[in-house]
């Protein structure tokens, strides 16, 4: 929003210099981004005098001139303009100069004769009017003055960030408002009654609304008789300060009431309307599906069910609150004005603007939310403008559809609580005048509380808390007192949960892994791409707005962004990758109104724990490595159930891959990444990557740890090789040997698996070490050599197994 600060002055007083008053501004929550002076483009455009004005002897349509700018040698400018005469005054760009629309005047050869700079016309300067034409100056305007200067073009342009919940604050009128709450002084508003005369707009045009949830109010004022031509320069430069160009008196007049009042407005060409019965039939209806409209910038729209058009009996005329129609453009042979002052729902004009890409200063506001009641105001202002700038006649009355009126919100202020709240000592008084300032209408309800009206262009108003906020923004933030807050003996602290997740933070960084953290919103192709699926009666959870067609839905897995953190690394020669993420994954299913989100941590790991290792060349992580870290974890939970079941999954290699059971419940899954995969990813494999769900772990996490005594006698080791069929796993012969170890089994390990000469095909070889220990005293092999002999026999019938070389 660009505020011109000479405009601003019209509507409310303001005596603080431009820094103070930014400063003030800021404080009450309207940021200035910037602050620039207008005029600093017409730098070197004086005012010159025409001395001389001869015809160019080789070129019919040029002028040779000598032009006084006050220097003492008259500038000779080879001009292709002839309304003027020797003796006018016009404005003069010197050569160096640079003009508003981005010409830079340079000296030059023109059909043989020196230009040495430009006099120039109005839209070069950046005002409205006929570019063919010098603008020629009054008679006494100065010689060698600063064009600028002489036209008091010259102003400071603030430039606001305003926040989405204050479109009040997008107009000229809004901004007066809350610099009056802030100083204390009283904000005027411009004159809207039109001079009325003719026959009723009501004889000549007629409005129906088909879908009163899409607009709620819609009104229309005929102007009869107009005359399009240049605006005068006081309205073009007010619409240019403003930030917009200056087109013609009737389309410069809607901007500056929008611009003022902030209401769009848009002007149709009322002989153009389909009539029925001799009335111009005006219906506010959605569009219907393929219905084709040509807008006013030359494209034909398709449109579909969920725009909103306006429309007459030939069709659709306007996009609603987006951009009107070239069937019912105003032109220079325009007469008569329907104009439109109408309010819009924001989702509805939001929708329609980014699907067709027209976004625009109108759509903008209406995308924030209009105000129903100023809709009347602006309407009159322009009819006001229209009949003393374009001499048109305004037709007695107004067309208003508005089926179900707004009505103000009613609130009450407790000003004992809004100091409580505060820790400020604000008067009831003061607090009213605030708020009366602001727009609202205050009365007492009692000596502590104020009953306050807030109107319809105030809808972020709901509660009696912000009723608070603009009343201490307006007073001065800055004026509340420095305290530190009660905790009345409340002591913060970690919920269970949390501990638990800083647990696992803690785990993963400790094993050796680094943190990252990658967006929640991915391309719907990393589906296809991973190879990965989501349940049969899952879905993606789309995004309504999406930044981009590769950020359109939320991620169901860690696995897309971790792979892409992995290609990233690795494009740029880092080859050891140890990432892990706790982050929220997504999903959804039919007849779900909000998506189901749950905790996971995932993990990626490639090239080697380090690749400096004195002893020689470094080991390449696989799948025993990402096994490790995923058993690290479970330990430092005091997890005891942890288990890996084998698991083809097509995101995986086979015979790489396996679920992540705890305490029999899956919990996640572990593996080597699928080349293809990595691959369609921009990866290069091998990759370990596992994914577990941090409720999972959390079910399966024990606080409370059993410490045995550390052993002061030793150990007998027996070796043990069985060979065992190759369908057997290492896991259920470890899971046999304990169960028949009874209780002199102290540890179970296995350290070697062969496959070859000596053990038949199909078959592999398991070689175990056993470990025996009393707590109370040393055993001897007498004692051992029996339990041990047992713990074979029983493991080799539970396993099919036999002892390697028998």
Known sequence: MLVSMKWLKELVDVDLAVPDFVERLDMTGTAVEAVRTRGEELEGVVIGSVLMKEPHPDADKLVYCRVDIGTGDPLRIVCGATNFEVGDKVPVACVGATLPNGLTIKKAKLRGFTSEGMMCSAPELGLGGDATRLLVLPPDAPVGVRFSEYQGTTDTILELEVTPNRPDCLSMAGVAREVAAVTGKTARRPS?????????????????????????????????????????????????????????????????????????????????????????????????????????????????????????????????????????????????????????????????????????????????????????????????????????????????????????????????????????????????????????????????????????????????????????????????????????????????????????????????????????????????????????????????????????????????????SVSYNQRRGVFDVHLYEIGTVFSTSSGRKLPREHTAVGGVLTGAWSSQVWSGDSHPLDFFDGKGVVEALAEDLGSTGLSLRVSELDWLQPGRSAEVLLDRKAAGWLGEVHPKVAAALGAEPPIVAFELDVDALLDAAHDTRTYTEIPRFPAVTFDVALVVDESVTAERVEQAIRKSGGALLDSVRLFDVYRGKGVPEGSKSLAWALSYRAPDRTLTDDEVRPVHEKLVRKVCAAVNAHLRGE
């Open 192 to 564: 809207s009654a039109p001079a009325e005369s003719g026959t009723p707009v009501t004889e000549s045009v007629s409005v129906e609304i088909a879908d009163p949830d899409l607009c709620p109010r819609y009104t229309g004022r005929l102007i009869r008789g107009v005359k399009i031509g240049p605006s005068p320069p006081w309205l073009a430069e007010r619409v240019t300060s403003a930030g917009a160009r200056s087109v013609n008196n009737i389309v410069d007049i809607t901007n500056l009431v929008m611009f003022e009042l902030g209401q769009p407005l848009h002007a149709f060409d009322a002989s153009t309307l389909a009539t029925r019965e001799g009335v111009g039939a005006v219906t506010v209806r959605r569009a219907r599906d393929g219905e084709v409209l040509t807008t006013l910038d030359g494209q034909r729209r398709t449109l579909d069910s969920e725009m909103l058009v306006i429309a007459d009996d030939s069709g659709a005329i306007a996009l609603a609150g987006v951009m009107g129609g070239e069937s019912t453009e105003v032109t220079s042979e325009t007469r008569d004005i329907l104009l439109e002052s109408a309010c819009f729902n924001p989702s509805s004009v939001s929708r329609t603007s980014r699907s067709l890409a027209l976004i625009s200063e109108a759509s903008m506001r209406f995308e924030r939310g209009g105000d129903p009641q100023g809709c009347v105001d602006a309407l009159d202002r322009a009819a006001a403008l229209m009949a003393e700038i374009a001499r048109g006649q305004v037709a007695p009355g107004i067309v208003d559809a508005y089926p179900v009126p707004a009505s103000d919100r009613l609130l009450e202020l407790r000003v004992e609580r809004m100091n409580s709240i505060l820790g400020t000592d604000i008067p009831i008084e003061e607090s009213a005048a605030i708020l009366s300032a602001l727009g609202m209408e205050v009365t007492p309800s009692d000596s502590k509380t104020l009953s306050v009206s807030v109107p319809t262009f105030r809808s972020d108003l709901e509660r009696e808390i912000d009723l608070v906020e603009e009343v201490v923004r307006a007073w001065g933030m800055e004026r509340v007192s420095s305290t530190l807050p009660g905790g009345r003996g409340r002591i913060g602290r970690l919920t269970p949960r949390q501990r638990w997740i800083r647990r696992i933070d803690a785990t993963m960084r400790a094993v050796g892994l680094n943190e990252t953290m990658t967006y929640a919103f991915i391309d719907p192709t990393d589906l296809e791409r991973t190879r990965m699926s989501l349940g049969e009666e899952e879905r993606f959870v789309e995004i309504v707005n999406p930044m981009s067609e590769e950020q359109a839905v939320m991620r169901w897995s860690l696995l897309p962004g971790l792979l892409r």
